[in-house]
Nanobody
Framework: QVQLIESGGGLVQAGNSLTLGCAVS????????MGWFRQAPGKEREFVAA????????YYAVTVKGRFTISRDNANNTIYLQMNSLKPEDTAVYYC??????????????????WGKGILVTVSS
């Protein structure tokens, strides 16, 4: 059974930092690209960041580029999202996801194979 379990969410003040983690089990981690997505209240789910199977060439949404950093630990089947300079508009449920293809098109269209249940991040002003 494939499981993606997010951690590290919570309430943070604007301008501060937070790191999300996602522990993955039930699949061969190194054969999957990984990504982070989010869904703000009343809005559709959107792409945030993704990282290829080999850990190279991370991709970011324009809205988070320069503030967020995605990374993966292939030895521990975990990905991270370091979020700096947080803004109230970053408030959302954050989801990690896995896909067997390294494809920006699939990331941007949310066409991922597996999804976590999500974790809430609230940024107060």
């Amino acid at each position: 059974q494939v499981q993606l379990i997010e951690s590290g969410g919570g309430l943070v003040q604007a301008g501060n930092s937070l790191t999300l983690g996602c522990a993955v089990s039930g699949l061969t981690f190194t054969t999957y690209a990984m990504g982070w997505f989010r869904q703000a209240p009343g809005k559709e789910r959107e792409f945030v960041a993704a990282i290829a199977k080999n850990g190279r060439n991370p991709y970011y949404a324009v809205t988070v580029k320069g503030r967020f950093t995605i990374s993966r630990d292939n030895a521990n089947n975990t990905i991270y999202l370091q979020m700096n300079s947080l803004k109230p508009e970053d408030t959302a449920v954050y989801y990690c996801a896995a896909d067997h293809v390294d494809s920006c098109d699939r990331y941007f269209h949310l066409a991922m194979d597996y999804w976590g249940k999500g974790i809430l991040v609230t940024v107060s002003s």
